[in-house]
């Protein structure tokens, strides 16, 4: 089965840095999304990207966050200046049609802000 | 705004016996409603999904979830659990309408016993 493919599985960076998380969504998919999840708590939506623009966003992601897909197989999050409270796995997701049954998700990226 | 409870944050049961997970939802009107499993170090895979139609679902590896509007209940069972099925359990609903992103619920981990 094809996968959605994360890197780095884990990531630690220093309070005020820069992270870039990488994915790269499956092959002929058009919808791509970001979740997170801090320990302990639910997993929330972050982002939905379709034809090089955001779709849709979450009150989370504000001013220091940005998406990008770079290069028509990559599908990036930054965080321009992480918190503390930022420290969460962070899930990738993408769908072929848009439609929330079609979901495949990556299998994450733990960042840890220090 | 939607929600989903999920009211058990582990279970612990013997392999062979029967398992039933708990989800509960709020939202104004009878919503797409989802299943999802994540293994350790693994993404979240679909294991079953509500859309219209019959209420009891039937999803991959033995699981069923059944809809009940009366009660905004949305259970996961399986009538004899595996060893393999340890892992940890999320509960999703998305809006048939507008908003498309999914809102997840804290999750339930499954320990099983042998």
Not at chain 2, 54 to 69: M, P, S, W
Request: aromatic fraction near 14%.
């Amino acid at each position: 089965e094809p996968e959605v493919t994360q890197t780095p599985s884990h990531q630690v960076t220093q309070m005020g840095q820069e992270v870039i998380l990488r994915c790269v969504p499956i092959s002929n998919h058009l919808y791509f999304y970001w979740y997170r999840q801090i320990l302990g708590q639910k997993v929330e939506f972050l982002v939905s990207f379709y034809n090089n623009e955001i779709s849709e966003k979450s009150e989370i992601f504000d001013d220091q966050f940005s998406v990008e897909r770079p290069d028509g197989s990559n599908f990036t999050l930054k965080i321009r200046s992480t918190k503390l409270e930022d420290s969460a796995m962070y899930f990738c997701a993408s769908s072929q049609t848009g439609a929330e049954e079609k979901l495949f998700f990556g299998s994450g990226t733990q960042l840890s802000v220090l | 705004a939607q929600s989903v409870t999920q009211p058990d944050i582990h279970i612990t049961v013997s392999e062979g016996a029967s398992l039933e997970l708990r989800c509960n939802y709020s939202y104004g009107a009878t919503p797409y409603l989802f299943w999802y499993v994540q293994s350790p170090g693994q993404g979240l895979q679909l294991l079953l999904k509500y859309f219209s139609g019959d209420t009891l679902v039937q999803g991959i590896k033995g699981f069923e979830a059944e809809f009940k509007r009366s009660q905004s209940s949305f259970n996961l069972r399986k009538p004899s659990v595996h060893w393999s099925d340890a892992a940890e359990y999320f509960c999703a609903v998305g809006a048939r309408t507008g908003r498309r992103a999914l809102t997840f619920g804290s999750g339930t981990r499954l320990q099983v016993q042998p």
